[in-house]
């Protein structure tokens, strides 16, 4: 098996302090989590934003400012910018992530229920991002919260949109959307090309039993404070290391190994900009 890629995502659009006083909200709360994860284990942070009141922004100036403090404290961690955004953001509001240059960016590829809400993500739409990534030559994470959402993402590779080698995330657990079980997994990895790279997330507390599957299958393992804020049932992570810490735990208890992000380019055929 390769050495195990770490994700952290560090505090999404959602999550409030009032489900948790541990989520980071400003540039420097966020740049500092990511740089404890990083130094817990972590290869690649997953980067929402928030704006002064602590709400979801997409404002390019706002993620060139958390993505600069992260490049002091941690220079050789992978910056992955979510244009996922949050639920109701306009398409371009969505994008504007990725003119702040990272080399990584989430390629949503299908609509989704997404609680109460639906989370719109229509073919013309992955086309124009993946398009805009490419132009840009940021490396898209397909994610993916339905089987589905895995032949878009082959539909616009096929298209030729997206080329070289391709890395799904696979979110499960998302209410409205495939539950996190094994089986799911399972069939998501036997859908995508054998020599593409995948990692999953589970949602609230399927996020180390999804871990621990992944770890075991030989893919890759996406946790942080936007997924899930419970380190144990009934207690808070008091941080995005807290998590990743864990999941370093469990890698090591069956002899797998944590790439570093140096280690984590090199299997996801990353070039910088």
């Known amino acids: ?35 404890l994860s990083y130094r817990a284990g972590a290869s690649i942070v997953h980067l929402h934003v928030r704006d002064e009141e602590g709400k979801p922004t997409q404002d390019v100036n706002v993620f060139k400012k958390v993505i600069g403090l ?10 992955q910018v ?15 992530s990725i003119y702040a240059l990272p080399e990584m960016a989430s390629l949503d590829t299908g609509t989704t229920n997404f609680g109460d809400d639906i989370f719109v993500n229509d073919m013309p739409l992955i086309r124009h991002f993946a398009s805009k990534m490419a132009e840009m030559n940021i490396m898209p994470e397909f994610e993916c919260f339905e089987i589905g959402h895995i032949s878009n993402a082959l539909r616009i590779v096929k298209e030729g949109i997206i080329k070289g080698h391709l890395h799904f995330d696979f979110v499960l657990g998302v209410p409205g959307s495939s539950p ?22 589970g949602i609230g507390r399927h996020e180390f039993e999804m871990a621990a599957v ?17 380190i144990s049932k009934g207690v808070l992570a008091k941080s995005n290391a807290e998590l990743v810490e864990n999941v370093v735990k469990i890698a090591k208890s069956i002899g797998r190994e944590i790439a570093t992000p140096i280690e984590a380019r090199k299997i996801l055929d990353i070039h910088s900009n």
Request: charged share 20%; proline share 5%.
């Open 82 to 96: 979510s244009t996922g955004g949050a639920v109701g953001m306009s398409a371009e509001e969505r994008l504007q």
């Open 180 to 201: 996190a079980d094994v089986r799911n997994l399972v069939r998501m990895v036997d859908s995508i090309p054998s020599d593409a790279t995948w990692t999953v997330a």
């Open 70 to 79: 992260i490049r002091e404290k941690a220079p050789d961690l992978i910056i």
């Open 1 to 35: 098996m390769d050495k195990l890629i770490i994700t952290a995502a560090l505090c999404g659009a959602e999550v409030t302090r009032a489900q948790t006083p541990y989520i980071p909200l400003t540039p420097e709360e966020i740049a500092n989590e990511a740089f």
């Open 214 to 230: 992944a770890i075991a299958m030989g893919g890759n393992v996406r946790v942080g404070l936007e997924d899930n804020i419970y």
